[in-house]
């Protein structure tokens, strides 16, 4: 079964920092693509990460660009999101997310909250 956890959210400060883990199981994990997503309260969900399957190529949503960082390790089936210089609007539950060929599979989400 396709499984993918979340874990690391929390609440930070402004200018703080946080780096999220997702586990993946049930499929060749280092085959496909990973990416994280976040949806704030009232808003669409939105992509913030892109990853290929090697790890040679990454791609950011404008507004995390400079400041979050995706990678993986495929020996441990773990795509990270390491953010830096973390600003209230990045206040959102974050997801990650594969497409295999039945369609998505979405994690459970972590929350992750920067207030002051």
């Known amino acids: 079964q396709v499984q993918l956890v979340e874990s690391g959210g929390g609440l930070v400060q402004p200018g703080g920092s946080l780096r999220l883990s997702c586990a993946a199981s049930g499929f060749t994990f280092s085959s496909y693509p990973m990416s994280w997503y976040r949806q704030a309260p009232g808003k669409e969900r939105e992509l913030v990460a892109l990853i290929t399957s090697g790890g040679t190529s990454t791609n950011y949503a404008d507004s995390v660009k400079g400041r979050f960082t995706i990678s993986r390790d495929n020996a441990k089936r773990t795509v990270y999101l390491q953010m830096n210089s973390l600003k209230p609007e990045d206040t959102a539950v974050y997801y990650c997310?594969?497409?295999?060929?039945?369609?998505?599979?979405w994690g459970q989400g972590t929350q992750v909250t920067v207030s002051s």
């Open positions: 997310k594969v497409v295999l060929r039945i369609g998505p599979n």
